[in-house]
């Protein structure tokens, strides 16, 4: 799997968080760390072909950046299966940023776990969904 801040984003604990979380779940995980370029990103994903990608957001920028970045990995049909979630904060309206789930899912994200709840057990099951399909290729 491949673990991924956004171009805006600069934080790194969730990061590691996530890795180790997949890690123990018993998937290989490919961690590009913050600040990511969205070229970077599509690159590495077109290079390695994961399992999922998992993109997290925690400054507040997630629903913006994101919508973003998956009309760039939706926009190569070798991507449009690869699973693409999206989580953490994904504006600054507290709350009221739940609003922008519908859209980001629409885009083409096929998860996104919104800032505010508790979201482990929801990703681990959604992740444990995926032990069917083939894993990341090295390289």
């Not at 180790?20 to 290989?28: K, M, N, T």
């Not at 979630?85 to 940023?97: N, T």
Request: contains cysteine.
């Amino acid at each position: 799997m491949i673990v991924s801040s956004l171009a805006s984003d600069s934080h790194t604990w969730n990061l590691v968080f996530l890795q180790l979380l997949i890690e123990e779940l018993g998937y290989d995980v490919v961690n590009l760390g913050a600040c990511v370029p969205d070229e970077l990103l599509l690159s590495e994903t077109l290079r390695r072909r994961p399992l999922m990608v998992v993109i997290s957001s925690i400054n507040g920028h997630g629903y913006q950046d994101g919508m973003r970045v998956i009309g760039r990995l939706r926009g190569h049909p070798e991507l449009r299966d690869v699973p693409v979630v999206i989580g953490g904060k994904l504006g600054v309206l507290g709350e009221a940023s739940r609003r922008y789930v519908d859209d980001l899912l629409k885009a083409g994200f096929d998860a996104v776990f919104d800032d505010g709840v508790d979201n482990i057990a929801l990703f681990r099951t959604f992740a444990a969904s995926l032990s069917g399909r083939t894993g990341c290729e090295s390289g």
